[in-house]
């Protein structure tokens, strides 16, 4: 029990920390492919500090409700991947908390909020799905949703679902906030939408809303790294591949429509999917 | 002791219905439904310590049991025929002709005086359904009584000339039928009772005789009576075959392979149609112009029920053959369909509408995946829609009630103007999707247990993520208003409160109590030696998956305990308009136009109509499932 | 506690986050502003983000003229601003009206509306001086 408790605090403590430092090492690593010197390292923490430092600003209350709980269910899944939960249950609590980022958003009238927030749920649309068909796919393989079920397999996932992992490769792209799918919000200055779904949040909230995204950030890197989870070598190389590839693909693409989004990522994702797991069930 | 509860349960809304058609005055009949709706929830519950249990009356009142139901069945048809001649409806007349041809050679020839079994059974299936149609629907009859005197006010309906005794005596009535159906263990019984409640939903849907009323109600009497006419034609096939009419007697002796499967897929389709399954979800949406209970208490969490509880009582006969495939992939394609058709709509009750149809859509599907633990998910999905669709369907119609309105865009705001419903509604809307509760947990076994077939997890996921679309945008545009300092708590009748109340807390509490309704109410039922889950600590585990209920429960009060603190805290601090490009005025919402003119910011929420627009995409999607359905029947030959 | 805003104080310095608004500007100081983002300046160096944004910035940058028509955006925009903000005014129309000073439109600098607290002379200010000018604020916040 208490162990447990320790574990947790220590995830939750920890994980943004990581999180963090993930974030600075993608915006120098984006400015140098910008031939841009960039930010420090600790450049996130610096501003997440600063917010918590701002005076709080709100158009509605609701925004700070939905602020916490955005943060406390980004929290939760990200302890429970830590306890090896189950799967499809941690994707269900993150989708939580993207569900309060929008409604936050939806509770101020700007229609620069509104429509953010209906570009995000646009997004969540077209991830959610990708997320639990790759959740299913791993199921189908070690015949179990619990994670540790996964550790405990002999050989990386990632030889039996390749397809499967390209698919976790759009829902990654899209919950990272990358081109071409950085619709509702990005994290460069260049949104058409002022600051899409993150319009109205500020000060300490949007301090909150950041950390929350470091903790998905870990989390859904922490699925990319169940592919080869036979040893942590493996799975932090795929990992780091995997992000260097996003970082790239954020800097060579232009940002799409929610249309374009939508039909390219299900049409995809669907086909890898049932290619993926149509052979799985033959081999 | 038995005999009088199932009595009451069954026989006394009859007579209660009487009285309200009879009592004139208003008070004295809010009284009776009042009182009835405590006696049947009562009962109801001190049914629990009963099941299972199966008994066979003999007489009601020195009538013999079978005459009344003989007898009654004519009169219903004829009163159909009637209906059918009244609005010179062919499709009514055939299908009810061909109902009285197969009730008569039934009767008449084939019928023999066989063994005595038990017509009275009760399991904690029929249990459930009994405690849900008594306690969500005295709910939503008292919900009833202070709606149905402010909608012929808003009518201009004299009290005179108000039908509420009519209103009253077929809500109160279906309350009986339904009890009925869900006890009796004898096809005709289950036949004659399945009838009453098409034909209550008729009256209803018809309740304010407008010109779609009408319209409407004729068109949800032929699809039901198409059900009706499947479903007598599979009592005649199966008792020519094996000669009984004893439910749980079919369901252990029909499973064998030489046997047709035939009547059971009719009877797949006569819940298909109750259920509005696709291609039949045309009535339910017509069904919406009836008064809200009626929504609420008919055609969401009461009636349309029985399709999924027929397939779901007879699924251990169709295990592992082309017919349970075939019913878990109709399901899950209603999940789909209904989920898309609600993203494009922005009529609440509509949205509703849809929702409901898409949720026993899963529920379908989880009776054709037909596992222990598909069978325990459909079960808490029966169970925790009920009430949370209730909720919402009574939500909608106070709203209605007060900006009368339904469309999503018209609540936009609604919060400033009446804070507690639209806290009550994002509350529903909340245990509609979210984690630890009950809807939730349900969806998620449905998944899992759905995880091996390929077609059936790939439309479930797919139809899972556009319900979270819809149900987000209609909470966030609740709450969507500047917040400026307190508000004034609108005031409604109490009895307009208890129904929304105590729903709300019904919904949360029995979330928590999940892991108890489980082992006391849905283990028993399973009656095989493999349990799907084991429960420890509120923890819900199998092999392959885990869902801790109660600790996320307790996460969940503790993470909603701060985020209230933070609304409390959040209040002292500054208010600030929304960004609007810094051009905003001091009126709320508008900007500086051209000539200093003060001009409204609008945004609508996004339906996405081009994509998934009702009339894009319902006739592919009936085609669709047309085939499904000719496949699955024709399949079965 | 005084260790806290201390160290908070040093964030804000470290992650200055701007919001820059062309007040009827010619063009001439928005485009030194915008360079002050290409890789020549490269200002993310120092954690300066154009935000475009009032509801996060730290800073109001405000180029050009104030009249009677734009002030009120202006305001506007600065009470949006969550506390602590500076304000920074650019060029010479910035700063007191520069040539359109005496027409019938035009309020004046700036500090006609709203407390400047950084005046950055030019016509344009040159990037260079724009960066002097924000590093300056910056022991202000």
């Known amino acids: 029990m208490i162990t447990d408790l320790v574990l947790a605090i220590f995830c939750i403590v920890f994980v943004p920390v990581l999180g963090g430092f993930i974030s600075g090492i993608d915006r120098i690593i984006t400015a140098r492919f910008q031939s841009r010197v960039g930010p420090p390292l600790l450049q996130p923490f610096y501003d997440v500090i600063k917010l918590f430092g701002k005076e709080k600003v709100v158009v509605n209350v609701w925004q700070a409700f939905c602020a916490y709980c955005y943060i406390a269910a980004a929290s939760i899944s990200i302890v429970m991947f830590f306890f090896k939960s189950d799967l499809l249950l941690i994707l269900f609590v993150q989708a939580v908390g993207a569900i309060f980022l929008v409604v936050g958003a939806l509770s101020s009238t700007s229609p620069f909020s509104q429509v953010g927030a209906h570009r995000e749920l646009l997004q969540i649309l077209s991830y959610e799905p990708l997320l639990v068909l790759v959740v299913v796919g791993m199921y189908l393989e070690v015949d179990s949703f619990k994670i540790w079920k996964i550790y405990e397999w002999n050989e990386p996932l990632i030889l039996k679902l390749p397809f499967l992992f390209i698919v976790l490769g759009y829902a990654l792209t899209i919950k990272l906030r990358k081109s071409p799918f950085d619709l509702s919000t990005s994290h460069h200055a260049h949104q058409e939408l002022v600051k899409g779904v993150l319009t109205d949040y500020s000060g300490p909230f949007l301090g909150l809303i950041e950390i929350a995204h470091w903790y998905e950030t870990v989390l859904v890197l922490g699925l990319c790294s169940l592919f080869w989870a036979t040893n942590w070598i493996g799975g932090f190389i795929l990992v780091a591949i995997t992000y260097i590839l996003e970082i790239i693909i954020d800097n060579v693409s232009a940002r799409m429509t929610w249309r374009w989004m939508l039909g390219y990522v299900w049409a995809m994702g669907i086909t890898l999917s049932v290619v993926n797991m149509v052979w799985l069930s033959l081999v | 002791m038995k005999e009088l509860l199932v009595f009451i349960l069954i026989v006394s809304p009859f007579m209660f219905a009487v009285l309200c058609s009879i009592i004139k005055s208003d008070k004295i009949r809010s009284f009776v439904v009042l009182a009835m709706g405590i006696i049947l929830s009562v009962s109801s519950l001190l049914l629990i310590t009963k099941v299972p249990f199966s008994f066979s009356p003999k007489s009601v009142f020195t009538i013999k049991v079978n005459h009344i139901i003989e007898v009654s069945d004519f009169l219903l048809l004829f009163l159909m025929l009637f209906f059918a001649f009244k609005y010179k409806s062919i499709l009514i007349r055939i299908f009810v002709i061909f109902q009285m041809v197969f009730v008569s050679y039934f009767d008449f020839f084939l019928k023999q005086n066989h063994s005595d079994y038990p017509t009275i059974y009760c399991d904690h299936l029929s249990l459930i359904m009994v405690l849900i149609i008594s306690i969500i629907g005295s709910l939503i009859c008292f919900q009833a009584v202070p709606y149905m005197k402010e909608h012929e006010h808003h009518l201009n309906i004299h009290p005179a000339i108000s039908k509420q005794r009519g209103f009253f005596f077929v809500m109160v009535l279906f309350l009986g039928a339904m009890n009925g159906l869900a006890l009796s263990n004898d096809m005709m019984f289950f036949y004659f009772f399945f009838e009453v409640t098409t034909i209550c939903s008729f009256l209803l849907i018809g309740h304010d005789q407008t010109e779609v009323a009408i319209k409407n109600s004729i068109r949800a009497l032929w699809m039901n009576s198409l059900g009706g006419c499947a479903f007598i ?405 | 506690m005084i260790g806290i805003k201390k160290f908070i104080s040093k964030m804000r310095t470290k992650s200055p986050w701007l919001l820059h608004f062309d007040c009827g500007s010619c063009n001439g100081c928005d485009i030194e502003v915008l360079a002050c983002l290409t890789p020549v300046y490269d200002v993310e160096r120092f954690g300066i983000i154009n935000v475009g944004n009032p509801m996060h910035a730290d800073i109001l940058l405000v180029t050009g003229t104030v009249n009677h028509r734009n002030k009120v955006v202006l305001i506007n925009l600065f009470n949006q601003m969550p506390d602590p903000k500076i304000v920074v005014a650019i060029g010479a129309c910035g700063l007191s009206g520069g040539i359109f000073r005496d027409a019938y439109n035009v309020v004046g600098g700036v500090d006609k509306v709203i407390p400047v607290d950084v005046y950055v002379p030019g016509c344009p200010a040159k990037p260079e001086a724009i960066i002097d000018g924000v590093v300056a604020g910056l022991s202000k916040l």
């Open chain 2, 233 to 637: 034609v599979a009592i005649v096939w199966i008792y020519s075959q094996i000669g009984t009419l004893d439910i749980q007697e079919i369901i252990r002796t029909y499973g064998n392979a030489k046997y047709y499967v035939l009547p059971l897929a009719l009877i797949c389709l006569a819940g298909f149609t109750k259920s509005a399954q696709f291609p039949f979800q045309s009535w339910l949406l017509g069904a919406m112009v009836a008064p809200t209970p009626v929504s609420a208490l008919l055609h969401s969490s009461t009636m349309v029920k029985v399709g999924v509880y027929i397939v779901l009582r007879f699924s251990p006969v169709f295990k592992g053959i082309f017919l349970s495939q075939c019913v878990a992939l109709c399901g899950a394609f209603a999940f789909l369909a209904g989920a898309a058709l609600a993203v494009g709509q922005s009529n609440g009750k509509k949205v509703l509408a849809y929702s409901t149809i898409s949720n026993l859509g899963l529920i379908l599907a989880c009776a054709g995946i037909n596992t222990p633990a598909a069978h325990t998910a459909a079960i808490l999905l029966i169970i925790f829609h009920a009430v949370t669709k209730a909720l919402l369907f009574m939500c909608v119609g106070t709203i209605e009630q007060h900006i009368a309105s339904r469309d999503i865009e018209d609540m936009r705001g609604l919060y400033a103007e009446m804070p507690i419903t639209a806290l009550i509604t994002v509350m529903g809307v909340i245990t509609m999707i979210m984690p630890p509760f009950g809807l939730l947990l349900g969806k998620w076994m449905a998944m899992e247990a759905a995880a091996r077939n390929l077609l059936v997890i790939l439309m479930v996921s797919l139809g899972s993520a556009l319900t979270v679309m819809y149900w987000a945008r209609w909470a966030g545009t609740l709450m969507s208003d500047p917040f400026a300092g307190k508000f004034k708590l609108e005031s409604q009748p109490i009895l307009t409160w208890i129904p929304l109340l105590s729903l709300c807390s019904l919904a949360s509490v029995l979330s928590f109590l999940a892991p108890l309704v489980y082992t006391k109410m849905i283990v028993p039922d399973l009656n095989s030696n493999f349990i799907p889950f084991d429960i420890h600590r509120g923890i819900f585990e199998n092999s392959y998956g885990q869902f801790p209920v109660v600790p996320l429960c307790l996460i969940a009060i503790l993470g909603f305990g701060v985020a209230v603190w933070a609304v409390k805290s959040a209040a002292s601090s500054r208010i600030v308009p929304p960004y609007l490009s810094g051009a905003q005025t001091a009126e709320p919402g508008t900007f500086t136009g051209p000539m200093n003119q003060l001009v409204k910011s609008e945004a609508r929420n996004y339906y996405l109509s081009r994509i998934f627009g009702e009339k894009r995409l319902t006739t592919c999607i009936n085609l669709a499932a047309g085939v499904w359905l000719i496949l699955m029947v024709g399949g079965t030959l």
